[in-house]
């Protein structure tokens, strides 16, 4: 259950938590067109709070509205300072920021290019993810029959409402089945991404994870990571990954705003490695740590801070 903060801003404006409310008539919630980012704060080390890498956040917002045909009323650079204001109108130093752009009322039909286009910005504190103890002990995942759509299908690049149906679907196939996560496979049969988060593995050294024309989502942590490992001397390969370098791995890790880096212990029941975090994992855990909450300041391009 989501705590409820003071302020929502939405148009322009913060009203009232319990004020932000919607029409059921809302375009996006019939036909699933409306797009969002997922962007997290931190409370680092010096104790100032820091948006992490809310430029790439932002630009990707647009990038989605713009595969959908959406135009946000609000500039890019208004949409960025409106992120900052919402964690500080609630006092928030520590916790997660959905910017959501998303279609009106007037008319129903599935065309509707003439309804009004909102912004809205939504701010609240987001425990782990994939449980308490999934950074520290991994999680057990399950290739879920829901495959991710074909980029013919689908602007599988868009981070939209409607591409979280796919999603949802297979989250609640593998939770029923006693699994934490799902990962999807593509429709040509190779790895695509996590139900909410990119994948990557490590092999004698060597990490590998699905290249950007994959149907998967550009995801701004496995950006931060493919940087991270590189400075830390590794060789990363973005390419097409099969489910079974996935079982032969030597670890797996999950990458997402609100996952951070998660490993992966098991998949279809098959262990991992040996079945504990592997030392990969847990040296690029410690670097986003270091780089997120801690002191390392060696990509200040990457922190906006919030200030009072
Ligand atoms: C489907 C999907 N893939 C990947 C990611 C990871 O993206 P990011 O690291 O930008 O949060 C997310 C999270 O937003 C996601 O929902």
């Not at 100032?48 to 956040?57: D, G, I, Q, T």
């Not at 279609?103 to 449980?131: E, F, K, Q």
């Not at 196939?173 to 139900?195: C, F, P, Q, R, T």
């Not at 950006?223 to 099969?242: C, F, K, N, S, Y």
Request: one cysteine or more; proline letters at 3%.
């Amino acid at each position: 259950m989501v705590e409820k903060l003071k302020k929502i801003w939405c148009d322009g404006e913060f009203v009232d938590w319990d004020a932000a409310t919607i029409h059921v008539l809302t375009h996006s919630l019939h036909y699933g067109i409306a797009a969002w980012d997922g962007v997290r704060a931190y409370q680092r080390k010096d104790g100032a709070s820091y948006v992490f890498r809310l430029r790439e956040h932002i630009d990707r917002l647009f990038d989605s509205c713009k595969l959908c045909l959406l135009k946000p009323a609000q500039s890019p650079e208004a949409i960025f300072s409106a992120c900052v204001q919402t964690l500080r109108v609630n006092g928030m130093v520590d916790g997660y920021l959905r910017p959501m752009v998303y279609v009106g009322d007037g008319a129903m039909g599935v065309y509707a290019p003439d309804n009004t286009i909102h912004s809205t910005i939504m701010a609240w504190r987001w425990a782990a993810h994939l449980g308490a103890d999934a950074n520290d002990r991994g999680i057990r995942a399950k290739i879920s029959s829901f495959a991710r759509p074909h980029p013919a299908s689908a602007v599988v690049k868009a981070k939209i409402t409607g591409q979280y149906t796919n999603s949802a679907l297979a989250r609640a196939e593998v939770k029923h089945a006693g699994y934490d996560e799902a990962i999807h496979l593509a429709v040509d049969g190779y790895v695509s991404e996590a139900s909410g988060s990119n994948v990557f593995l490590a092999k004698r050294g060597v990490l590998y994870t699905p290249d950007l024309a994959s149907a998967i989502l550009e995801g701004v942590t496995r950006d931060t990571v493919i940087v991270l490992a590189r400075e830390l001397g590794m060789t990363v390969v973005e390419g097409r990954v099969t489910r079974e370098q996935l079982w032969l791995a030597d670890e797996v890790f999950l990458t997402g705003t609100a996952a951070e880096i998660v490993p992966v212990r098991e998949i279809d029941d098959r262990r991992i490695g040996d079945g504990h975090v592997g030392a990969i994992t847990r040296k690029l855990q410690e670097r986003y740590a270091d780089i997120t909450r801690g002191s390392d300041t060696s990509h200040p391009e990457w922190l906006t801070r919030v200030g009072a």
